[in-house]
């Protein structure tokens, strides 16, 4: 498609959430404890010793933020299930109190005329599954199908979206390689058995979705194009094992039924041999691909670099986010058009995209005393990251819908508050929100179906 760039009829616009990130009372109504409960308040965790006990106080103010969603004229919200707060001991026993959270939530969506998009699990294992070994036990295939199987019996049909699992590479290597996220494990043994029970467990859920399930499931994988720093042949075979450690370990087995031969170069005698069946399980035919982008990486050798042997190379003159991330809107593209090429083009959303920079804790606000918040960086990167969703479109992807990363400034998980992500400005100490100026430019896109990407965004 070239411009103007307007969007199919069709094209869904929406933000995503994930439930510990804004929700808060992570223990109200008999909810039990996740890991990111325990994680948070583990001294020396989190940045600040953020918690998400308050977070965006959403459990409590989620008719706002469907308000708020409608007034920018938002068609569909991509939101995660707090598995403990349904099921306290992770199976079992049913906290109705908890249920009811969400298909209140649902209800109050669609009475907006707003799409509901679930996500199974965003990283919140419950607590007590992980005292009994967690992503490592191989039955939590089972318990994931059996989660999934009440959240389908309660909310398919008024949820026409799912999604299993969100970034299990980020579980793995965050959780369980370099302990930076909960359950905070450091063990290059460990990481390839948890990646591949996630993979079972989305396997599992998938099968158990088609025994009732009328709608739309898939997955959602983090995609991190990467871009050899140099021809030599050993940029080049970092750059291979950065690619397949990241962005094949997961799309491989879920597409094609196994897993990229690098893996065992990157894991050595921590890679474990599984049995053909399990492969089977994982390459369950799904709905659709959930991508998430957020930058690329230039990559190059480096020996002291443990497993991968690869690192990331700094561009000079590039703007980069306040997460220190490039900012890099072509990745996106080549992100896609690489998914088509490889997978058999696949039905794709953009389930996240966006940007932290910095916005002051407190909004301006003039002596009218209207509240506005300038963010002029976030504006541009939702235009070139857009601009360039538009022009996969025009190469064939078949691309069902944007959602932006964030909804609302959020935990932004071990760096807590510190970094801004949303469109919607929250003041965390009085929780008021303010749509910033993205926000208003984002919702010119959506009424204009994408024209408004031609001009300047203020
Ligand atoms: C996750 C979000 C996170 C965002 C920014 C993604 O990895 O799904 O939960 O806040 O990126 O780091």
Redo the contacts with the bound molecule.
């Keep these: 498609m070239s411009k103007p760039y307007t969007f199919p009829p069709g094209f869904i616009w929406g933000s ?1 959430t ?1 439930a510990y ?1 804004i929700e808060g009372s992570p223990l109200a109504d008999g909810a039990g404890p996740s890991i990111w409960q325990r994680f948070a308040h583990t001294p020396g965790r989190m940045l600040n010793g953020d918690t998400g006990d308050v977070a965006c106080d959403h459990y409590n103010r989620w008719r706002e933020d469907v308000a708020l969603m409608k007034q920018l004229g938002l068609q569909a919200y991509r939101f995660s299930i707090s598995w403990s707060r349904v099921l306290p001991e992770g199976r079992g026993r049913i906290n109705h109190k908890g249920l009811d959270f969400y298909e209140r939530l649902v209800d109050g969506l669609l009475e907006n005329g707003i799409q509901p998009v679930a996500t199974l699990f ?2 919140d294992l419950p607590a007590a599954l992980d005292d009994r070994g967690g992503w490592l036990n191989p039955d939590i295939a089972d318990w994931f199908a059996e989660y999934a199987a009440l959240m389908y019996q309660r909310l398919d049909g008024r949820v026409r979206r799912w999604a299993t699992l ?2 299990p590479w ?1 579980v793995t290597d965050g959780g369980y390689l370099h302990g930076a996220l909960a359950p905070g494990h450091r063990n290059r043994f460990e990481a390839p058995i948890a990646s591949h029970h996630l993979l079972r467990s989305h396997g599992k859920a998938v099968q158990a979705y088609r025994a009732n399930g009328k709608h739309e499931i898939g997955i ?1 994988v ?1 995609i991190e194009p990467k871009y050899p720093a140099s021809d030599s042949p050993e940029d080049l075979a970092a750059t291979k094992r950065a690619d397949a450690y990241m962005n094949r370990q997961y799309l491989d087995p879920v597409f094609l039924g196994s897993y990229p031969d690098e893996l065992r170069e990157v894991f050595g005698e921590a890679w474990p041999d599984w049995p053909p069946a399990d492969m089977d399980l994982i390459r369950q035919p799904i709905d659709f691909v959930g991508i ?1 982008y ?1 930058t690329r990486n230039v990559t190059r050798h480096d020996a002291s670099n443990w497993p991968l042997r690869a690192a990331p190379v700094k561009q000079p003159m590039h703007t980069y986010t306040e ?1 220190g991330w490039e900012v890099f809107p072509q990745g996106l593209t080549d992100t896609l058009l690489w998914v088509k090429q490889r997978y058999g083009n696949p039905r794709m959303f953009i389930t ?1 995209n ?1 940007a ?1 920079f910095f916005d002051p804790p407190k909004a301006e606000t003039d002596p009218s005393g209207a509240r506005r918040v300038r963010d002029p960086l976030r504006a541009s990167y939702l235009r070139g990251h857009l601009r360039a969703v538009h022009a996969a479109m025009g190469a064939g992807c078949d691309i069902g819908g944007y959602f932006v ?2 909804l609302l400034d ?4 071990s ?1 807590g508050y510190s ?1 801004r ?1 949303g469109v919607i400005h929250v003041d965390f100490e009085t929780q008021v929100r303010t749509p910033k100026d993205s926000a208003r430019y984002y919702a010119k896109i959506v009424a204009s179906h994408g024209a408004a990407l031609e001009g300047g965004y203020d």
């Design positions: 995503a994930a990130q965003h990283w969100n970034e980020v959602v983090n998430n957020y997460t996240e966006g932290a990363w964030s959020n935990l932004e998980w760096l970094k992500f």
